[in-house]
Structure formats: structure tokens, C-alpha cells
């Protein structure tokens, strides 16, 4: 019988497969090489280094990750000894658009300053950078775009240098795949030079991999007052973080940005139709079936009492306070693993329903914009 293993951290996935195959839900630490030596698939997550240690001779065919990200996959491995991967593009895209935003609404209340009319800055504009570009422009900020693959493949039009953006931005946020090396290499992107070549007072948001931040030298840019905040959800040597840079951030979290139920959903059934698709298994649609409701799935604004600043920070907040989770981490840094493993239940913008009194077309859109698609005018 076809033999899975399987990460047991990846929600909804149990009950799937059963009919189908021998599946055994493991911990990444867990999944040893002796565990998957007669496996032929592997459901895994980004703590679960899938190369030639844990592959070598065994059994594996195909590997599908339930993450945006790969690097935790060799690939050159895979390709020499035929074993097939995939993994989930955009899968959690909107579960990170919701983060920047609690993260921008957080930054508005801390300063006391309107970001209508700043400049954000987002390097890396695929799945994820594509919808924090809507969320920025629905709050009225000017945006500018980094993407040199995009700019290379489409032109240069729509896509300004990183110098600009070190000009220009009052806040820039990294959503970039993590490349070692090579044309468009991304580790340590932003270190000292970059750093201290941007705009004074420039806020540094990065939910992408720790890596691409140099998080030494992003202390240091902090420390002499160049850099006014940081919001970091991604870290340097994960779990084992730098704990005087969580300290001095205004935002710190354990790597849970892409943690949104949904976002775990998209991944799991990715993962599931890959899986099926390879070998033939009839679940090539698999999705899963009911999803929980949030506690409070009706946000009530009215337009006439607020500003739209006010309207929109309330909504979002009220979707996720993410001062949770930041206080998690500063309490108990030697729990990051835990906090992702034990992650609190959050649903994204389209699971809610505003009721907007005194609106108007205008704000109806700019929340849309945002991400809130149920929008009911009273």
C-alpha cells in the first residue's frame, strides 16, 4: 500500500488520506531518514529539511510542502534522483496581507501619524507583495514596486529600483523568496549599506525568510536612530532568535504571518491534489469541507463618528489584534516553536461581514480593497 509520511502540524489533513494510503503523522524532528526510508511521499512543512541526510536512499517519490516557500527543499537532490515536488504558491498570500495590515494599523496608533499619503515600499511583488500593493493603496498610501524578475520578464514600467525605494519609502516590506546566491541572491538584501542608505526614520517589515534581513546589522540601524521601527515576523537562526532585536522592535512575532486558517487550508489541499494528482488518487479538488467562524463575524462601522483612518484600523484590528502575538513572543521567546504549533484560530478579512452606517462608495471600495468583500451598507 502507498506509504505518507506526514507532518502533524498540517491542519485538516487528517482523515483525508486513509482510504488511500498508509499515512504516519510525525513532528519535523520526528521525520528521521530511517522513518522515511520506505515512504513514497513526504507532506511537509519548512522545518523539515528534505535533502540528501533525509532522502538518501529511500523510497521517496514526490514531496508536496504545504508553504509558500521551497528552500527547505534541495532541490538539485530531488532532480538527480528523480523525486518530484511541489509546493503552495500564494497558498497563505492573504493571510500575510492581513498581518501587514494589523501591522500598519498598529504603526498608526504608535506614532499618531495618518499613513495616507506615505510611501510604502515592497520588494518582492508575487502572490503575497501583489495584495499588501491593494491593502496599501485602499489606505491611501503611494506605493512603489521592487520585483527585478518581474521587471526583467515584463518590463521595467510598472517596477522602481531599490534605490528609489531607499529614497522614497516611509516603510519598506520584503516578500521575496530566499536565494542564496546567484543574479537575484537575497540573502542578507537588507545589511548595513542597504540599511543605512535608506530614508531616515524608514520603518522595516519582513515576512518573507530571516535571512533576507541581516538582523545584526538591522539592530544596529535601530540603535543609532536611522530606523524608527521594524516589524519582524521572520528571524535569523529560528528559534534561536536575537533577542536584544525582538526586544527594540515594535513588532515581533514567531514566524506566524502565513497562520491564518485559511492560509493552513490553501497549503493542505494544495498538498492534497498534488499528492493525489501524482498517483492517481481521485482527490485532485480536495478541499476542506467547513472552515471554523470567527467569534465575532460582524464588524459594525459607522462612517459618520469616525475618520476613515479610525474606520479602517477598527476593522482590521477587530480581524486581528496582533499585539497577541507580539506579546507572546516578548514574554516567552523560548517558546517560538510552541507558538507556531499551537497557533491561535484566525480567520482572514473574507470571513467577516461589515455593516457600514453613513458610507459611501468611496469607502465601501477602499475596504475592499483591503480585503473585506462583505461589506453591507445600512
Known sequence: MLKIIADNKIPFLEGVLESKADIVYKTGAETTPELVKNADALITRTRTKCNAHL???????????????????????????NITWNNSPGCNAGSVKQYIASALATLSLATGQSLKGKTIGIVGVGNVGSKVSDLAKGIG???????????????AAAFVSLKEIQEKADVITFHVPFQREGVYKTHHLADNAFLAACKK?????????GEVINNADLLNQINTGHISNAVIDVWEEEPA?????????LIGTSHIAGYSVDGKANGTAQSVNNISKYFNLGLDNWYPEALPQPKQPVIELDAAAHSFDDLWIKAVLHTYPINIDDELL?????????????????????????????????????????????????
Open 55 to 81: 532522502l538518501k536512499g529511500s523510497n521517496v517519490k514526490t514531496i508536496a510542502t504545504a508553504t509558500i516557500g521551497y528552500d527547505h527543499i534541495d532541490t538539485q537532490f530531488c532532480a538527480a534522483h
Open 241 to 249: 532568535i536575537n533577542l536584544n532585536l525582538l526586544n527594540k522592535v
Open 141 to 155: 498610501m503611494k506605493v512603489l514596486l521592487n520585483d527585478p524578475p518581474r521587471a526583467k520578464k515584463e518590463g
Open 201 to 209: 526614520d524608514v520603518v522595516i517589515m519582513n515576512s518573507s525568510r
Open 330 to 378: 516578548k514574554t516567552k521567546p523560548e517558546d517560538f516553536e510552541q507558538h507556531r504549533g499551537n497557533y491561535m484560530m484566525r480567520r482572514e478579512f473574507q470571513a467577516y461581514t461589515i455593516r457600514l452606517k453613513n458610507g459611501n462608495a468611496d469607502i465601501i471600495d477602499c475596504l475592499k480593497s483591503i480585503g473585506f468583500i462583505n461589506v453591507i451598507k445600512e
